[in-house]
């Protein structure tokens, strides 16, 4: 069985004894909580692994600046309208242990008001995991959490993450752009994948499949695909060393590669005859979800990671 995928809530408060005690019982929750002590460091923060976040928890008083020592009286305004502006997707949650702000702002914002009594967080708690169920982001990840796994085990370079998601979200679309970027950005997954793998376990993709371009290594991608496939001759159907690949993800992955040179990573984007659509991409894309899986599962036999 896959392992769930780790959602974010992050936590906006300057009071570090609070934000290590809600921290303590959302993990309880079985939710994950990064604390900011300011919305300056928020910003900062909430920039990774978006995808993941189910809601933010704002105090309503708080600091705006990480050098700033006095809170902000119109911080939870302030701190919902650039929310509203630049994350509209996600869910905002208010708490506060301070019953006199708690009734002024009552009536200010839309965002319901909880109080930081124990009662009341079992309450928050309960709110943001039901809301969290009807999240799209959430939905998207819990039908591909097999998938997702790549970055949960760390076989996976977690800076692709945002590009699988993306991806997954948006291969359905018919529009020619959002196609080609499409493909592209399975040529960039790919390539992440065997960079992911060799730096596992270089019996599987050994160095010699990458080559030194002004101190960056560029991955070989047929010296890798040999070396997996057991030095595969497509003529006689015979191998001279030991094989790694399944059989249907020998010829994936020979698809994968050839299909985004041809159709997106080495094609311009004027218009061909015969573009590539959605279908290029569905086909494509699930073909990958395949190669990741398996790559996920030949790293925990070699690894000795899966449970007998």
Request: charge should be negative; proline fraction near 2%; include cysteine.
């Amino acid at each position: 069985m896959a392992k769930k995928t780790k959602y974010i809530l992050h936590h906006i408060d300057d009071d570090k004894d609070f934000c290590d005690a809600f921290q303590l019982r959302a993990r309880q929750k079985g939710i994950s909580v990064i604390s900011s002590s300011s919305f300056e460091e928020f910003s900062e923060k909430v920039k990774v692994n978006t995808s993941k976040i189910i809601g933010v928890v704002l105090d309503i008083r708080c600091l705006r600046n990480k050098d700033q020592e006095i809170e902000n009286e119109d911080f939870l305004v302030y701190a919902i309208r650039v929310l509203d502006r630049d994350y509209s997707h996600i869910p905002k949650y208010v708490l506060t242990g301070n019953e006199e702000s708690r009734i002024k702002f009552a009536d200010i914002v839309d965002e319901k008001i909880y109080n930081k009594e124990r009662s009341e967080m079992e309450t928050l708690f309960d709110d943001i995991k039901s809301a969290a169920d009807n999240l799209d982001n959430k939905k998207l990840l819990d039908k591909y959490s097999d998938v997702f796994e790549v970055f949960d085990k760390g076989y996976m370079s977690i800076d692709l993450f945002e590009d699988l998601f993306a991806l997954l979200r948006d291969m359905n679309s018919g529009d020619l752009t959002v196609v080609k970027k499409n493909i592209s950005i399975i040529r960039v997954l790919l390539e992440g994948l065997y960079q992911g793998i060799h730096k596992i376990d270089k019996g599987l993709i050994p160095a010699s499949a990458f080559k030194d371009e002004r101190g960056k290594k560029t991955l070989m991608f047929w010296d890798a695909h040999r070396n997996l496939a057991g030095n595969f001759d497509n003529y006689r159907k015979t191998t001279t060393t030991e094989v790694y690949y399944s059989e249907n993800c020998r010829e994936l992955a020979t698809t994968l590669y050839s299909a985004t040179c041809d159709t997106g990573a080495h094609n311009p984007y004027e218009s061909p005859k015969y573009p590539p659509t959605k279908y290029t991409v569905l086909a494509l894309a699930n073909g990958l979800c395949d190669l990741i899986i398996w790559a996920i599962k030949i790293l925990d036999e070699r690894l000795g990671s899966v449970k007998q």
